[in-house]
Nanobody, 122 residues
Framework: QVQLVESGGGLVQAGGSLRLSCVAS????????MGWFRQAPGKERELVAT???????YYTGSVWGRFTISRDNAKNTLTLQMNSLNPEDTALYYC????????????????WGQGTQVTVSS
């Protein structure tokens, strides 16, 4: 069974850091793009960052310079290092894999984790 399992979320004060991890199982995702998305209550799911199979990264403007997406294909994992967090980063964070089409849209992704909650207090 294909599974993506996120971990690392929690409560942090503004200015703090968190590191999210996504462990994939059931198949390897080394040859496909992966991404992090987030969804706040009452909001649509939105792109945070993506990384191609070759390591090319993309970040949404609001996290530029603060977040870093990376992958370890040997371990079949995806990571999101989040620094300088602010309350606007509060959301449920999802990892996703294997977009069909362009990798910037949540509608394109085939596999999703269940999400990990990130809450940033002021």
């Amino acid at each position: 069974q294909v599974q993506l399992v996120e971990s690392g979320g929690g409560l942090v004060q503004a200015g703090g850091s968190l590191r999210l991890s996504c462990v994939a199982s059931g198949r390897t995702f080394s040859s496909v793009a992966m991404g992090w998305f987030r969804q706040a209550p009452g909001k649509e799911r939105e792109l945070v960052a993506t990384i191609s199979s070759g390591g090319k990264t993309y970040y949404t403007g609001s996290v530029w310079g603060r977040f870093t997406i990376s992958r370890d294909n040997a371990k079949n994992t995806l990571t999101l290092q989040m620094n300088s967090l602010n309350p606007e980063d509060t959301a449920l964070y999802y990892c996703a894999a294997e977009p069909r089409g362009e990798r910037y849209s949540p509608n394109a992704y085939t596999y999703w984790g269940q999400g990990t909650q990130v809450t940033v207090s002021s």
